[in-house]
């Protein structure tokens, strides 16, 4: 049995009347009439609010953001208003790819729920498995930043189901409907779900029906997503103790910012298995990470946005550098951590490039040092000369030592080393400046 609609351009549309997908708004159809190919009906239930939903999609109809669909991305959003004798009931809208399923799979620590096609083309455990999934990052980043750089679009219900993936990593984002719409920060119609597990922690302090929504909002969602398809896991599932011990819900972990990697994670009991490859990851990776949850935490305007995001991971894919992570040991699923919890410190932000060059500074500088010291102490006279060569090349070698480059220490061991750093640089001045002392005194 089929129906038949008509849209606001007065064209008679026939749907099928079985769905092929349901919400809980309300379902999807095919729709068999001739015209455009690759376009879906949805119908919403009649028990809501009808009036207000269609005053909604009368907006994102003729609000379309341009470039919504492509080779590699298609955003899914409305396109004509459906009635019903004159009464709205619904919308068209893009089909999602050919060959599409929800990204929720590849979103898992396992891959079961995947053929094994896909299963090889994603392996986290490969190159080229681990390749291919951010690769479908940057595909599924260049999809959200067309919605998002209009300004007036916060999908605010961003998540893994959400998102329509195909083998060959073309992605279609759906559920578009229920996004917050705003102009000038004025809302105008407000985001009617969101999920938990993929909420910022300013989200409790924010009335989703009558406050407006940031963008900065569906930048942690994102960078959440994107943790979740490249290890398996969401970055705040972990057992905490002390002050923590009761924060048992992802979205109470969430308000408290114990992301697994920062600074609380002192606090950790239990950790899964899966968050120990977060070290495979590029470190350019990590730091978006580390800016989503730790950074965006205190100041969530300090969140990559798309754009950042889609930059980024492309400049991996280009450089080759994506490794395979380590496969995951299912003799128990988790690893104990044995940690104090009395007064922890917390963990800084790692910058390990920074200490690297450092070092190499310090060495440098005590090869031309010790160099000019043996030479006066062979000679058993001090030359002018090479004092102030030496002063001249400690002047130089410290504008890398000011204060606004120096990097946040990550672990006790580049913190010994950045101390050794100062202290062999420091001794190495009042060498200098003792050499050149006892030169005017005449004494050696």
């Not at 920060?185 to 597990?197: G, M």
Request: charged content about 20%.
């Amino acid at each position: 049995m089929r129906r038949i609609l008509t849209t606001n351009r007065g064209t008679e549309v026939t749907i099928e009347a079985q769905s092929f997908d349901k919400g809980g708004e309300g379902s999807v159809h095919r729709i068999t009439t001739s015209g455009p190919p690759n376009v879906c009906a949805k119908i919403f239930h009649s028990n809501k609010n009808l009036e207000a939903i269609e005053r909604k999609i009368k907006y994102m109809a003729y609000n379309v953001p341009t470039n919504a669909i492509a080779n590699n991305y298609k955003v899914c959003w409305p396109k004509d208003i459906l009635y019903d004798n004159n009464k709205f009931v619904g919308y068209t809208m893009p089909l999602a790819f050919t060959g599409s399923q929800t990204l929720y799979n590849l979103c898992q620590g396992n891959n079961n729920k995947l053929p094994d096609n896909w299963k090889n083309k994603f392996d986290r455990y490969s190159n080229s498995g681990m390749t291919n999934r951010v690769k479908l990052c940057v595909n599924i980043s260049a999809a959200l930043y067309i919605i998002q750089r209009m300004n007036s679009y916060v999908i605010a219900d961003l998540k893994p189901q959400n998102v329509m993936i195909t083998l060959n990593g073309k992605v279609s984002i759906i559920d578009c409907d229920s996004i917050q719409i705003s102009s000038n920060n004025n809302l105008l119609f407000p985001a009617r779900v969101a999920t938990p597990d993929y909420m910022p922690p300013e989200s409790t302090k924010i009335d989703l029906q009558n406050e407006s929504i940031p963008s900065y909002w569906d930048f942690f969602s994102m960078a959440v997503m994107y943790y979740q398809v490249f290890l398996g896991i969401h970055p705040y599932t972990a057992s905490f103790t002390g002050k923590y011990e009761n924060s048992n819900t992802i979205q109470s972990k969430i308000s408290e910012g114990l992301f697994v990697h920062g600074r609380q994670k002192s606090f950790i009991n239990t950790l899964p298995p899966p968050h120990n490859n977060y070290e495979y990851l590029p470190p350019s990776l990590k730091h978006l990470f580390i800016r989503a949850f730790e950074y965006g935490h205190v100041n969530p305007t300090s969140r990559p946005d798309t754009e950042e995001w889609g930059k980024t991971l492309y400049a991996e894919v280009e450089q080759n550098s994506i490794k395979g992570m380590k496969p995951i040991p299912t003799h128990t699923g988790r690893i104990h951590i044995e940690t104090s919890v009395s007064n922890p410190a917390p963990a800084p932000v790692p910058h390990p490039k920074k200490v690297k060059k450092y070092l190499f500074i310090a060495l440098l500088y005590q090869l031309i040092g010790r160099g000019i010291y043996y030479l006066d102490y062979k000679n058993k006279t001090p030359n002018k000369k090479r004092i102030y060569f030496r002063l001249f090349i400690a002047a130089i070698l410290g504008i890398f030592l000011i204060p606004f480059d120096i990097p946040l220490i990550s672990f006790i061991g580049d913190l010994a080393a950045f101390i050794g750093l100062i202290t062999t640089y420091l001794i190495g001045i009042i060498e200098t400046i003792s050499l050149y002392v006892n030169q005017l005194n005449n004494k050696y």
